[in-house]
């Protein structure tokens, strides 16, 4: 590649800027270029891990999404609207690249895993260098933050997204072990009837901002009917298995 500069998708981990790992904590201190995605008008989380560790003279970046749950996952105006926002940091990227910089893409958990690094990743995977730094995962933050094993022995674990149809929900949830429900969201209630139709309400958690100072682990059973029809953002579902050990 002739192109100088290159671009880092940093994993930032699940939330709690000391779970960054090292080279992590490295780039983003030394990154003159920083990008970020956020919603519009909000500071965005990734950005408010980092907080008082970017250097004085750092270019901010913010990437704000066209489109988060104005138009329905399904409306074919959805992946339009993202596909020509990614397409637009890709170029932008590109540019500070071709000019030698270094940038630094900040990303929420693991940059491969469900983020929204990935799609900047596959357009310029090729055309320019690209570096992944990965992180802890949310789910990871989560299940420790039930202070329980998640797998045991020859535990088969499965990550559903509560996205998913109700029925698909309920067989996914019955066949597994060990199981991490995230994008949660304004399908509470469904994924809540779906783990009682499994027959797994005793056995399920819902942790909401793992790691963070406001951390909540609660039982879904001691979740009452009338409350979280809507989870925050940063939730996740965890089953543990109970699988072979010593």
Known sequence: MSIPGTIYGVGLGPGAADLMSVRADRLVRGARHVAYFRKAGRQGHA???????????????????PVTTEIPVSD??????????????????????S??????????????????FMHLYTRLSGVAPVVVVPGITGMSG?????????TWGDD???????TLPEEELVRRIRDTDALAVMKIGRNFTKLRRAVVAAGREDAAWLVEYATMGDQRVTPLRD????????????????????????
């Open 142 to 150: 989560a299940w420790t933050a039930t202070g329980l094993p998640v």
């Open 47 to 65: 950005r408010r891990i980092v907080d008082g560790m970017l250097r004085d003279d750092v270019i901010e970046l913010p990437m704000d999404y």
């Open 156 to 162: 088969v674990m499965t990550i559903l997204m509560a």
């Open 99 to 116: 000019a030698g910089e270094e940038v630094a893409v900040l990303c929420e958990g693991d940059p491969f895993f469900y983020g929204s």
């Open 223 to 246: 979740i009452g009917e009338e409350a979280g029809a809507i989870t925050p953002y940063f939730s996740i579902l965890i089953i543990h298995g109970q699988g072979r050990r010593p």
């Open 76 to 97: 074919p105006r959805y992946n339009a609207c993202l596909s020509e926002f990614y397409a637009e940091w890709t170029q932008r990227l590109l540019t500070l690249a």
